[in-house]
């Protein structure tokens, strides 16, 4: 049996006077303590001009995380080396780390700071399924945010082979599918979500893919109908111009294309007729100049075209010398070396035939000059 003396008396509990009499009391010592500390004199020298820039790089007042390339603090510098250090941290526990600076970035907006973050988590490939899952998961929602969707569909894709049912990485792939107009894809994740959840979300982005498909199927039908409607048209054309005799390569109808920027929107082209329409150049060496026609048929002559171009007196001709009556035409041919005359009344079908004519860039050009002057004499004199 104890003796009472050796009994422990319980104490009863504070009351709120005494724990207020307490802490005064703990107060007032912290106080006498500081004042009876040693005095320092004060310092003569003055402040550092950047000592506020210093204060707030200092790990303990910092703001702001450091920008990539910026000057570290020593202490910062030092906590960083500890946390990121793999001798001191398991692959499981950097893994996290970098998730964290991410996740923090991320929260801020910071989206490409937040993929940086995110895939130095990746790069230590820790072996965890859920941590590389969610990795994986969060980079492809910065990346989503930074509208790089197929980024974001293929991380969304790594993160369902970690974790098949990852629910938000399944919903960012359907998204990002219906972003890239991976349509058929894009229903294939939607129906593995419906299959196991009701989602109006996803359903609607179902919806919208079905109706992509179909547009894109219709687009797609057009788009065949009018390439063999221009396979037609220029099978057409090879046709009548190898009837007329053209000389032209038939494996390369670029070459039918206008190289003048005037006449570049009027190549070649059979009209509902089925006649043969040509852009032509009216070149006039004594002048320097040149007229562009858009639409020369070629059963035309180039008394009525030059009519036509004539039918306003050039602000160039200041002599009046170029009237129809004493205007010549001609074609450069053998490689420009030599120039042949055309008679006015001839249609433009008619000179194409010619075997001496070889067609170049697409468009007939003529030279025109006006008859017996010392122009077309010197013009002449150069061939």
């Keep these: 049996m104890e003796n009472d003396d050796n009994k422990q008396v319980k104490k009863p509990p504070m009351t709120d006077e005494e724990r207020l009499a307490l802490a005064a009391k703990l107060d007032k010592d912290l106080d006498d303590f500081i004042e009876n500390l040693p005095k320092r004199q004060p310092s003569t020298e003055p402040l550092d001009e950047n000592w506020l820039e210093e204060f707030d790089?200092?790990?303990?007042?910092?703001k702001k995380v450091p920008e990539p390339?910026?000057?570290?603090h020593p202490l910062y510098e030092g906590l960083q080396q500890l946390k990121y250090?793999?001798?001191?941290?398991?692959?499981?526990?950097?893994?996290?780390?970098?998730?964290?600076?991410?996740?923090?970035?991320?929260?801020?907006?910071?989206y490409r700071l937040a993929v940086i973050g995110y895939s130095e988590g990746i790069k230590v490939r820790c072996g965890n399924a859920e941590i590389e899952a969610s990795l994986y998961n969060n980079r492809s929602a910065a990346h989503w945010f930074l509208q790089n969707y197929r980024s974001s569909l293929r991380d969304a894709e790594s993160a369902l082979k970690y974790n098949p049912n990852h629910e938000k990485a399944m919903q960012r792939a359907a998204n990002c599918c219906l972003k890239t107009q991976k349509f058929d894809d894009c229903i294939k994740f939607c129906d593995r979500i419906l299959d196991k959840i009701k989602n109006a979300d996803i359903s609607e982005v179902r919806k919208?893919?079905?109706?992509?498909?179909?547009?894109?199927?219709?687009?797609?039908?057009?788009?065949?109908?009018?390439?063999?409607?221009k396979t037609q048209e220029?099978?057409?054309?090879?046709?009548?111009?190898?009837?007329?005799?053209?000389?032209?390569?038939?494996?390369?109808l670029s070459l039918l294309q206008p190289q003048f920027a005037e006449l570049e929107m009027h190549h070649v082209h059979l009209n509902k007729d089925k006649i043969l329409i040509w852009p032509v150049v009216f070149m006039y060496p004594e002048h320097k100049t040149m007229d562009f026609v858009q639409q020369f048929p070629c059963n035309s002559t180039f008394q009525e075209q030059l009519e036509l171009v004539f039918d306003e007196k050039p602000a160039w001709d200041q002599n009046g010398e170029y009237k129809i009556e004493n205007l010549n035409v001609y074609y450069e041919y053998d490689a420009k070396k030599r120039v042949k005359r055309v008679g006015k009344q001839k249609m433009l079908s008619e000179v194409l035939q010619q075997p001496s004519f070889v067609l170049t860039a697409g468009t007939p050009c003529f030279l025109i000059t006006v008859s017996g002057s010392e122009a077309e004499k010197q013009f002449l004199s150069s061939y």
């Design 57 to 62: 790089k200092h790990p303990f007042f910092m």
């Design 69 to 72: 390339g910026e000057e570290l």
């Design 85 to 110: 250090d793999p001798n001191e941290n398991t692959p499981e526990e950097l893994a996290l780390s970098y998730k964290e600076d991410g996740n923090f970035n991320f929260k801020h907006k910071n």
């Design 208 to 229: 919208q893919a079905v109706n992509g498909k179909k547009a894109a199927e219709r687009n797609e039908r057009k788009k065949q109908a009018e390439i063999k409607k």
């Design 234 to 252: 220029e099978n057409m054309l090879i046709d009548e111009l190898s009837k007329l005799g053209v000389k032209f390569n038939r494996s390369n």
